[in-house]
């Protein structure tokens, strides 16, 4: 039935009975509420793009509940979903176009390529599929993450768990840096390594494994130990710097080098069975490392997990939040741990935050 009376509207239009109707009212509006991804095979010509969950934006940005609105999704349940709610709110000329796109598209009715469409495959939209599905992440967000460059100093207890993270999720180039082997005592907390690895050089076995994880992601190996000579050339592109290392001179490098390129640091750290991560980026207002610590601690005081020890798990809880702070700076979603330090207490079960500021007299003040 085509809608000609317009004070009964019908909860429901067939396809063919949208696009009569469409062609016979170029004022109506067709709404489209699919996620972004789903996009990638077209959208019906003019529509306007508004994902399920942000429908109630309907109601603030458009002022004439009495014009006729075309709401139609994948298959025709979500958009009926929203039609009823935009009948609970005023729009009695809500429709949903029952069948959706899939049925509008199969019986040959125009349709309109969007400009970002093509930015994704088919692989890649199915892979990312749980993330491109979430409003604060999206077709946006999954775009960043693939045109993003990612150092992470020290492929170990937190650089593995980061590291598989992070290509997992689609971050474009990992930039792995460390001239370690694997020994035998690294393999309960450095997961990506098996006992045959025991003596080989960590980042080629790294890259390997990340590689065949996600074929997508470029891994650029360096095999060796970050240092003043090289620094500088190492974090020349990248996006942001994962500090994954074990010693503090090598994180005071990383944290001075990063400062004066502008590059945020995404800092994480272990002891016996507590963790920290914070992100240090004082050119958005945040502290750097020598705001905490001024000069390099004296090493005879700060012994590693060899001496001291550390529970096998703790470094990959701590990694994982790592690689969500990356996430969360290269989507630019959410509230990144910046002036503010997160300390995971394994053995208590219990997390606590605390603020950090900026020294007045640091160098990265001036």
């Not at 709404?31 to 996009?39: G, I, Y």
């Not at 077709?139 to 150092?151: N, Y």
């Not at 989507?331 to 997390?351: F, V």
Request: charged residues 20%; hydrophobic residues 35%; aromatic residues 4%.
């Amino acid at each position: 039935m085509t809608p000609n009376d317009m004070d009964a509207f019908p909860e429901e239009l067939s396809p063919q009975q949208v696009e009569e109707w469409l062609r016979k009212n170029p004022g109506s509006v067709a709404l489209d509420v699919r996620e972004e991804f789903e996009l990638a095979d077209g959208i019906l010509p003019g529509a306007l793009h508004l994902p399920l969950s942000r429908v109630p934006e309907v109601t603030e940005s458009m002022s004439h509940p009495d014009q006729p609105l075309i709401v139609y999704c994948q298959h025709g349940i979500r958009s009926l979903q929203a039609t009823r709610y935009l009948r609970q709110q005023g729009w009695g000329r809500a429709t949903s176009m029952s069948g959706g796109f899939v049925e509008w598209i199969s019986n040959g009715h125009p349709i309109q390529i969007p400009e970002t469409a093509s930015e994704l495959d088919d692989e890649q939209r199915e892979r990312y599929a749980s993330q491109l599905v979430l409003p604060e992440f999206g077709m946006t967000g999954q775009q960043r993450l693939l045109k993003s460059r990612v150092m992470i100093v020290g492929v170990g207890g937190l650089g593995c768990p980061a590291a598989m993270y992070l290509a997992s999720g689609g971050v474009g180039t990992l930039r792995l840096v460390d001239d370690d082997v694997v020994s035998r005592s690294n393999l309960p907390r450095q997961i990506i390594y098996k006992s045959r690895d025991v003596g080989e050089l960590k980042v080629p076995l790294a890259a390997s494994q990340l590689r065949a994880m996600n074929p997508g992601v470029t891994v650029e190996e360096h095999v060796l130990r970050l240092d003043t000579s090289n620094v500088m050339d190492l974090i020349e592109d990248v996006d942001v710097i994962v500090d994954a290392s074990d010693n503090f001179p090598t994180r005071f490098l990383v944290s001075d080098a990063a400062r004066n390129r502008g590059i945020p640091v995404v800092h994480g750290s272990v002891h016996r069975f507590e963790g920290m991560v914070t992100v240090f980026d004082p050119q958005k207002g945040g502290p750097c490392l020598r705001c905490l610590h001024p000069t390099v601690p004296d090493p005879d005081l700060c012994q590693g997990c060899a001496e001291t020890g550390v529970l096998g798990v703790l470094p990959g809880m701590v990694g994982m939040y790592q690689s969500t702070e990356v996430l969360k700076i290269l989507a630019q979603m959410g509230d990144p741990l910046l002036g503010r330090l997160l300390t995971i207490d394994a053995i208590g079960g219990k997390s606590r935050e605390y603020r950090l500021n900026k020294a007045q007299d640091c160098v990265c003040n001036h």
